[in-house]
């Protein structure tokens, strides 16, 4: 481990201080909390398609009449990531992240008690908001609190959540709705993000990067620091982040700036091919498999396998990001899914245990590669806009979403089968791939054009 001094006074760079020390116990609680922000946004953005089925025969309605209620929590999902990433770079990581997080808690509840698809599809919506904001925040927070050299790897490990959460909920529904109904999905997907609110509120901390732009007074910050490191600072009365100052004043403006124009349309259309493959596959699955003769049951747990081999893929990729380059990493793993989501369609040969292997093995794959975008992201951007840089692709993105429900709902109109299907969302994981290459070789964000290298400072009181 090296050592930064610990200056009596002067100038602190408060990254370098974090790189210099141990992963601390503190940083351990921002990990677990961020993780379980993560996976209950997961939990409650799958619901939906997970409790479809029941949905429709209690109500006796039509399959293809829940596409407005598959779409709505993915607008949702994108305005509120697009809205919440300045306003995070405006008035913190925590505040925005604590709010949004009750916010789609209460949402959910209230769902669970919807008379009506039409109620049924605003609610939805409104839960979207504030998963979509939650979501990008939880991201920034935790890769402003990791040491550099396992960023990559802690991020991912926190971002697995989403489809670890998205997986649990298929085997929860598979288990309770038989016995409570599908209302009680939705019941436990709002009462466990209250109360966790509430913890977030007394344990969670603000970014330090942020506290650092945003002028904090130094005691405040020194304290954090301290608790973090478990380091004593002395009285350090200028703390700084070495980062290259953007020419931009603000987060959009960061964002959209010459320096990082390319590579944010870049992954842009790689989370929006991402998304895609798997919404399509998360909100639909379960219904193309009761079509096709498996039960209710057995089709939901089909299903969980795709998001359940994220945490493998997910902690891999990371570990490979923090290793080599990981634009090559995270285009290598994309077009490894295109092949994985081919072979689904075409290597079940009607055998359940090959399907569930497939499904598990292309889940794999495609969720460590989507899991790791945000990870991207949060390296690409500065701290003024790194909240914006992170929300606006996973809200952008997500109209990808939007667009793989809509698509599933179209394809079973059209009654084409697993072949087909599988063949279709291979094309996608390879544009996503080539996006990613056109990213790395674009020069986009590798080298500082007119900005000037600069220290955000805190003087000391």
């Known amino acids: 481990m090296s050592h930064t001094p610990r200056p009596a006074t002067g100038t602190l760079d408060v990254q370098s201080f974090i790189d210099s020390h141990r992963f601390s116990a503190y940083q351990w609680l921002i990990l677990v909390l961020c993780f379980l922000i993560v996976a209950i946004d997961g939990f409650d953005t799958a619901a939906m398609g997970y409790i479809a089925p029941a949905l429709v025969q209690e109500w006796g309605i039509e399959k293809s009449s829940l596409g407005p209620v598959m779409s ?28 949004s997080v009750f916010f789609f808690g209460a949402c959910s509840l209230a769902t669970a008690f919807a008379p009506s698809v039409t109620w049924l599809t605003v609610l939805r919506f409104l839960t979207g908001v504030g998963l979509g904001a939650a979501m990008p925040n939880a991201v920034t927070l935790m890769s402003e ?116 124009r390319v590579g944010s349309a870049m992954l842009w259309l790689t989370y929006f091919m991402g998304l895609v493959i798997f919404y399509l596959l998360t909100s639909w699955m379960p219904t193309l498999m009761k079509d096709a003769g498996f039960t209710l049951q057995r089709a939901s747990l ?58 598990f093995l292309a889940g794999t794959a495609m969720n460590g590669a989507q899991s790791s975008m945000p990870t991207l992201a949060a390296s690409f951007y500065p701290t003024q806009g790194r909240a914006t840089g992170v929300a606006w692709m996973l809200g952008i993105g997500r109209f990808g979403g939007i667009a793989g429900a809509l698509l599933g709902a179209e394809l079973l109109r059209m009654h084409l089968g697993f072949d087909a299907i599988f063949t279709l ?26 900005a000037e290298p600069a220290s955000k400072t805190v003087p000391g009181h």
């Open 72 to 99: 709505a929590a993915l607008f949702g999902l994108a305005f509120g990531a697009i809205f919440a990433g300045p306003m995070a770079d405006r008035v913190g990581r925590k505040r925005v992240l604590v709010l």
């Open 145 to 260: 609190y990791a040491p550099a050299r396992r960023r990559a790897i802690l991020v991912n490990t926190m971002f697995c959540g989403f489809p670890l959460g998205s997986a649990g909920g298929g085997f929860f529904a598979a288990a309770i709705i038989p016995h409570f109904g599908w209302h009680s999905v939705l019941v436990f997907g709002g009462i466990v993000p209250l109360v966790l609110a509430v913890v977030l509120v007394a344990a969670l901390p603000e970014s330090i990067r942020y506290m650092v732009v945003r002028q904090y007074p130094a005691d405040q910050i020194r304290k954090v620091l301290a608790r973090v490191t478990g380091a004593a600072l002395g009285a350090a009365q200028v703390f700084t982040i070495n980062e290259t100052a953007p020419a931009a004043r603000s987060a959009v403006g960061t964002v959209l700036a010459p320096r990082y």
């Open 302 to 359: 089909l299903t969980a396998l795709f998001p359940l081999g994220g945490g493998i893929g997910t902690i891999a990729a990371g570990w490979f990001m923090d290793r080599f380059n990981p634009n090559k990493v995270i285009a290598f793993t994309y077009a490894l899914t295109g092949v994985l989501i081919y072979t689904v369609g075409h290597g079940a040969g009607g055998d359940q245990f090959v399907l569930g292997l497939l499904i």
């Open 425 to 450: 969302l291979a094309v996608p994981a390879f544009i996503a791939a080539g996006a990613l290459v056109v990213k790395q070789f674009s020069g986009a964000g590798a080298a500082a054009d007119a």
